[in-house]
């Protein structure tokens, strides 16, 4: 039986995902980190790519939720065109985990986990 999943209450963000991850050159994804500085965003101005993020929760770009197999929560998949700098609107796929027994997860908050291009 599947439990039931509500909407999550808000969406953050850690910084240091931005700024240590998406846009860090010398981080664990320096391709994905190429592709997303190609793009206009700037390391110095995270706030532009976080602000992009959270508009691309939109529940016209949800696609789905993935539960695994031990119930420690659930993650949120939104697929869609993301706002850049450059104004290109690539298409990209956003990747949300609200944890069950983790206070976020107690307030039903998703946290950032990964985003990159489809």
């Given at each position: 039986m599947r439990p039931y999943i509500s909407w999550p209450s808000g969406f953050n963000i850690a910084p240091a995902k931005i700024t240590g991850y998406l846009l860090n050159l010398s981080g664990g994804s320096p391709a994905k980190a190429r592709w997303w500085l190609s793009q206009g965003f700037d390391p110095d101005r995270p706030e532009?790519?976080?602000?992009?993020?959270f508009e691309h929760t939109s529940a016209t770009n949800f696609v789905g939720l993935?539960?695994?197999p031990k119930m420690w929560g659930h993650r949120l998949v939104f697929e869609g065109?993301?706002?850049t700098?450059?104004?290109?609107n690539p298409e990209v796929?956003?990747?949300w985990q609200v944890s069950s027994g983790t206070p976020s997860g107690i307030r039903g908050v998703a946290?950032?986990?990964t985003a990159h291009r489809i």
């Open positions: 532009v790519l976080i602000e992009a993020l993935r539960l695994p065109p993301i706002r700098p450059l104004a290109s796929r956003s990747v946290e950032f986990v």
